[in-house]
C-alpha cells in the first residue's frame, strides 16, 4: 500500500467545515478526512491536499504521434507519465486501471518535479507528456515540471479532456507547449450519460487554448459505435471546429475498442473513420487523422492547397517528413505547427 504523501493544493475555499475545490467545473464539495470525485484532491482538517504531487504510476517513452500529436515536433519522443484518479467518470475509458484507481491501490513512485525532467534529459527525450489519467487533476505538479522543463529547453504536453476551470486553466498552461484535447462527443446527453461532465466546459477549454494562449493545440474523438458516431453529431461536431477554431487545428477521429464499463459494445468499424474523416474534410479540416486501425493515406498529413504527401506515418512511425521551415516544399503553403 502506497503511503499517503500530503502537498498544499491550489484552488479551494473553505465552506463551514468543509472545502469547495475550485480546479474544475465538478466543484467537489469536500467533507473533513474525504477526497474529491478525482480520489487525490483531500481534506485534511479543513485544509486541501493532492495526494498526487510527486507520485506518478510509471514512465514510458513514446513517439509523440502516440498522444496523438501529428504537427507538434514529427517523429520525435515524448517522456509519458501520469498519476491515480481523474476528474471524469468515462464509462468507456480506455486507461480505467489507473484513472480509477486511488493511490492507495498502486506501486505509485517518488519522483519530485526536478527528477521528472532529470528522467527526461537522462533519455534524451526533447518533451515531457502528462497522460494515461487527466493531468488537470494534478495541476500543482504540472506547474513545477513546466517551469523547470521549460528553463531546460524540454518541452511539455497535455493531453486532456479539458474539464478545467477558468482559474485553475491560466496558471496550469503558463508554461505548456502543445495539448490533445479529448472532445469526447459533441451533446450534453453523451457527455452527461457517459463521462458525468458538461461539453460546454470543454468548449470553454478549447476556445481559451485557441485564442488566448499560445499553445499548439489538437483534438481527438473516439468515436463509439451507436453513441457519438452518427453523421449528424460529426457534422456538427466538425462544423463547430471550423467556425470556433479555424480549419488548421488538426482532428484525430480514433477507434474505440470495449473496456471498463462498456465491454458490451462492438469495435468501431475502420468504414465509421473514413465516413467521418469525409465529413470533417468536407466541412472544411484541412489535417483530419484516424487512429487504433492501420491506414497510411488517413494517418498522414498531405498539403491542402497541392495534394503532395508531407509526413508519411505507419501507425505511430514517421516514414518521412519533407516539411521545410513549416512549409511544403512543392508550392509553398505554410502548414501550421511546430516543425
Not at 217 to 222: A, V, Y
Amino acid at each position: 500500500m502506497s503511503e499517503e504523501i500530503l502537498t498544499p493544493a491550489r484552488w479551494w475555499h473553505s465552506e463551514k467545515n468543509q472545502i469547495r475545490c475550485t480546479l474544475c467545473p465538478r466543484d467537489c464539495l469536500i467533507g473533513p478526512g474525504q477526497a474529491g470525485f478525482c480520489y487525490i484532491r483531500v481534506n485534511r482538517e479543513g485544509k486541501l491536499y493532492s495526494t498526487g504531487y510527486g507520485r506518478p504510476t510509471g514512465f514510458a517513452i513514446d513517439p509523440i504521434e502516440k498522444k496523438p500529436l501529428n504537427h507538434f515536433y514529427p517523429g520525435t519522443e515524448i517522456l509519458s507519465f501520469g498519476t491515480a484518479g481523474c476528474n471524469l467518470g468515462c464509462k468507456f475509458c480506455q486507461n480505467w486501471s489507473i484513472s480509477k484507481a486511488r493511490l492507495a491501490d498502486l506501486q505509485a513512485l517518488q519522483a519530485s518535479a526536478q527528477d521528472v525532467v532529470n528522467l527526461a534529459q537522462k533519455n534524451h527525450t526533447p518533451a515531457i507528456a502528462f497522460t494515461y489519467n487527466d493531468p488537470t487533476i494534478f495541476g500543482e505538479y504540472v506547474i513545477d515540471i513546466a517551469a523547470i522543463a521549460r528553463a531546460e529547453g524540454i518541452r511539455t504536453v497535455m493531453v486532456t479532456a479539458g474539464y478545467i476551470s477558468p482559474e485553475a486553466r491560466r496558471e496550469i498552461y503558463h508554461n505548456i507547449d502543445a495539448a490533445n484535447v479529448d472532445l469526447k462527443g459533441f451533446t450534453e446527453r453523451f457527455y452527461k450519460n457517459l463521462t458525468y461532465s458538461r461539453l460546454s466546459k470543454v468548449l470553454d477549454t478549447l476556445l481559451y487554448l485557441r485564442h488566448e494562449t499560445t499553445v499548439w493545440l489538437e483534438i481527438t474523438t473516439l468515436l463509439i459505435p451507436g453513441e457519438n458516431d452518427s453523421s449528424e453529431e460529426i457534422e456538427a461536431e466538425t462544423r463547430w471546429i471550423v467556425q470556433e477554431l479555424g480549419p488548421d487545428v488538426p482532428l484525430h477521429f480514433t477507434a474505440f475498442h470495449p473496456d471498463f464499463k462498456m465491454r458490451n459494445y462492438q469495435r468501431t468499424p475502420a468504414a465509421t473513420l473514413h465516413r467521418a474523416r469525409e465529413i470533417a474534410l468536407k466541412n472544411g479540416i484541412r489535417y483530419c487523422y484516424v487512429g487504433n486501425i492501420s491506414d497510411r493515406t488517413a494517418q498522414s498529413t498531405w498539403c491542402p492547397s497541392c495534394g503532395r504527401e508531407l509526413i508519411r506515418r505507419d501507425w505511430h512511425s514517421v516514414e518521412f517528413n519533407i516539411v521545410r521551415e513549416g512549409c511544403c516544399p512543392a508550392c509553398g503553403t505554410t502548414i501550421p505547427g511546430r516543425f
